[in-house]
């Protein structure tokens, strides 16, 4: 752990890192036959099962952070930088992450598979979290009734992006929002200059979900 905080992301590189820190690792971890070779660290590397690895992770952060009641965890999916391996014929990695907005941490990570996507990770990454009296947000690829079903089942709410991907839904709610007899009165309004453009954004509430 101490040496991939520092950067490593080979058996090498936390092989190098221990052996600088030999005397402080067996201290500590009472190592009696004293630093690994590399190939120890990779051959172990190689065979641990990431599912129940990221499962614990996910407890020992919820341990280390206190989540707040109301605090946004927002859900996204990120294709990791540089982890494109066309040399071996390999697909960059793609994950979804859990982040307390106010703590600020991640709380876990899901891997999304080559034949899958984040529709079929989110759920699983969402096992993974203690979400009650939280905010979970999601773009719009898990703007889906299963994924929204399964949030408010662990008593937690949810914001959700919606777009033209969900039949006429976007149409009817674009419509709802924009016709003068039925828009709701702006709730909050914004301004922003930055970058050579002005930006109004204007934030618009309703419950009549029917």
């Not at 129940?52 to 990791?80: H, M, N, Q, Y």
Request: with cysteine; net charge negative; glycine share 8%.
């Amino acid at each position: 752990m101490c040496a991939v905080i520092l950067g490593a992301d080979n058996g090498v590189s936390v092989s190098e890192y221990s052996q600088s820190k030999a005397e402080w690792l067996t201290k500590i971890l009472g190592l009696e036959n004293g630093i690994p070779y590399h190939d120890t660290f990779g051959n172990v590397f190689s065979v641990i099962d990431t599912e129940p690895l990221s499962a614990c992770f996910s407890r020992w952060v919820a341990d280390l952070s206190t989540l707040t009641v109301g605090e946004i965890i927002a859900i996204d999916g990120k294709c990791l930088r540089g982890s494109l391996d066309s040399a071996s014929n390999k697909s960059a990695i793609d994950r979804v992450s859990a982040w307390a907005s106010q703590n600020p941490l991640v709380l876990g990570q899901q891997s999304v598979g080559d034949q899958s996507n984040d529709i079929t990770a989110i759920p699983k990454l969402l096992e993974q979290l203690d979400m009650t009296g939280r905010v979970v947000t999601l773009d719009a690829m898990g703007c889906q009734t299963e994924m929204a079903k399964d949030i408010c089942e662990r008593n937690a709410d949810y914001v959700l992006s919606l777009k033209g991907h969900q039949g006429t839904l976007h149409e009817d709610v674009k419509t709802f929002f924009e016709a003068q007899s039925t828009s709701p009165p702006v709730a909050y309004e914004s301004y922003d200059g930055e970058h050579g453009r002005y930006e109004k954004r204007r934030i618009r509430a309703s419950s009549s979900i029917d």
